[in-house]
C-alpha cells in the first residue's frame, strides 16, 4: 500500500482510539459522580436511620416509668435503641457496611434469625397499616 492509501486507515484509527479514550474518561467520571451520590444518599439514609432509633427509645423511655416487668423491659430496650442510635450515627455507611458482611460470615444463622424477625415485624406493621386484610 501507498502512502496515500494507508493515510485514511491511520487517521480513521486516530479517531476511534481517541473516541475509546473519551468514553473510557467519560466512563470514569460517571462512576465516580454515581458513588459520589450514593455515598451521599446513604449518609442521608444513615441519620434518618439515627434519628428514627432515638426517637423510638424516646417513645420506649416514657413506658420506662411504668412498675414493674413493663417498665424494666422499657428502659432496657430504650437503653438498647439509644445505644443503637450512637453506633448508626458514629459510623461511616462503608465501615458499616464492612461490620455487617463480617458479622454474616462470622454467624451465619444469627444473620438468617435477625432477617426473619425483620420480616415477621415487616409483616405485622404492613398488616396493621393496611387493615390486615380482614372486613
Do not use: Y
Request: aromatic residues 2%.
Amino acid at each position: 500500500m501507498s502512502q496515500d492509501q494507508t493515510q485514511p486507515v491511520t487517521e480513521t484509527k486516530d479517531a476511534a482510539t481517541e473516541a475509546i479514550d473519551n468514553a473510557k474518561e467519560r466512563a470514569a467520571e460517571a462512576a465516580t459522580q454515581a458513588e459520589n451520590d450514593l455515598k451521599g444518599k446513604a449518609g442521608g439514609a444513615q441519620h434518618a436511620v439515627a434519628d428514627g432509633l432515638r426517637a423510638a427509645g424516646d417513645k420506649v423511655a416514657a413506658l420506662s416509668d411504668t412498675d414493674g416487668v413493663v417498665g424494666d423491659v422499657a428502659e432496657k430496650v430504650s437503653e438498647g435503641l439509644t445505644h443503637a442510635s450512637e453506633w448508626v450515627a458514629g459510623r461511616d455507611p462503608e465501615s458499616m457496611l464492612t461490620e455487617a458482611k463480617s458479622f454474616a460470615k462470622r454467624k451465619p444463622w444469627v444473620t438468617a434469625g435477625i432477617a426473619v424477625g425483620a420480616l415477621l415485624v415487616l409483616n405485622r406493621i404492613t398488616r396493621a397499616l393496611t387493615g390486615g386484610g380482614r372486613r
